[in-house]
């Protein structure tokens, strides 16, 4: 009797733990017509990597963003520089210059390259492909799954094409340049269990994506071929995504959407959490295009207590001048950053009286690019 009653309760055991264990199908595939709504802390403050195994509980209810961001998923053959792509299912802007092109089968969503502005920001504008396409997702999708990929992109053109000034600080004057990419990636599907993020629980797999990126530049000079110059690039033009970059995500996937639950991006030894992308629920407001971010700043939360977090969206390279005046117009606070692109930045506003404020961020040519209200209150 003993015997047939434990093995009663071990079968029960296991058949619970297999339904936990769900398996990510090709229902959370993004397609053409789909909106995709996510937001991002590029500050996140907490324990964002946990050690691998099942039936594990995420808390990521801390996470902060300024604004919910709308990404439209259209027909590819809408999109610019639809030609380079005819197999593509659709297409999405990564932002105002550049747009990624993807294709959706049974088993999997690839990325199969780009349109728009080039891999290293010099100002070429072409089609970018990858050979073969860059897995962005797979399905069907189980615990302890394993996938070794690698992919490959090569940009060649004339440097007549490149802005004006662009390879002045090279110690060559090369006819054409050649930009290389190489992803190595291993996955593994290392954990499930139940995710909560600002506006929702979700039962989820974790894929651990672990990504070797190396980026080189070629310059072909008169009639010699093609030569190897990223580590003269790097010092003259001064370009940083140039040689090899590692990255560990932590991609958290659910049957329930067809955006990533939660994106957790770390340096590659982890000790560094660099941004974490989640879900947005709940959108009601102040959602904003991916495409159309303008050049600015946020605070958020507002009102605010004791801390405010800035957010720097899309700003040209330079230095520029964060203020907070009163009501009355006097200034209150005053900070100098030099910012390329976005940033965040978290400010100890204690010192402020409970009241409505301004904020404004100016360029070093003390222009103000945008002024907006902060409320300060007090428990």
Do not use: C
């Amino acid at each position: 009797m003993k015997p047939t009653l434990l093995y009663l309760i071990l079968a029960a055991f296991i058949a619970t733990a297999a339904q936990a264990q769900i398996t990510i199908t090709n229902a959370s595939f993004p397609y053409a017509g789909d909106t995709l709504f996510t937001s991002v802390d590029n500050l996140p403050s907490g324990n964002y990597i946990t050690g691998s195994g099942g039936s594990q509980s995420w808390d990521f209810t801390t996470l902060q963003a300024p604004f919910p961001r709308r990404t439209l998923l259209l027909p590819a053959m809408q999109g610019p520089g639809s030609y380079a792509f005819p197999n593509a299912t659709y297409y999405a802007s990564v932002n105002a210059n550049l747009v990624a092109y993807y294709r959706v089968s049974n088993n999997m969503v690839e990325l199969l390259g780009y349109f728009g502005e080039d891999p290293l920001g010099l100002g070429v504008q072409s089609a970018s492909r990858f050979d073969p396409p860059v897995v962005q997702q797979r399905a069907p999708l189980n615990y302890n799954n394993t996938n070794e990929s690698q992919a490959n992109l090569s940009l060649a053109f004339s440097a007549n094409d490149l802005p004006a000034g662009v390879v002045d600080n090279l110690p060559i004057t090369p006819d054409s340049l050649r930009i290389r990419l190489n992803i190595q990636r291993s996955d593994v599907v290392d954990a499930w269990g139940t995710m909560t993020i600002p506006g929702g629980i979700y039962d989820v797999l974790r894929e651990k994506r672990t990504e070797v990126r190396e980026t080189r530049l070629d310059a072909k000079v008169g009639f010699f071929g093609w030569q190897d110059v990223t580590d003269i690039a790097i010092q003259a033009l001064g370009l940083p995504t140039l040689g090899p970059q590692t990255t560990v995500n932590y991609y958290y996937f659910s049957n329930e959407a067809i955006e990533p639950i939660a994106l957790v991006v770390a340096n590659e030894d982890e000790t560094q959490v660099q941004r974490v992308e989640y879900k947005a629920n709940n959108i009601a407001t102040n959602v904003q295009n991916i495409d159309a971010l303008k050049p600015g700043v946020w605070a958020f939360p507002n009102p605010a207590i004791v801390n405010v977090r800035f957010e720097f969206t899309n700003l040209p390279a330079g230095r520029y001048k964060l203020k907070i005046h009163n009501i009355l117009g006097i200034e209150e606070w005053r900070k100098s950053y030099y910012i390329n692109g976005n940033h965040t930045e978290k400010i100890d506003i204690s010192a402020l009286r409970k009241g409505t404020y301004l904020y404004s961020l100016s360029d070093e040519q003390g222009k103000t690019i945008t002024t907006r209200r902060l409320i300060v209150v007090r428990p």
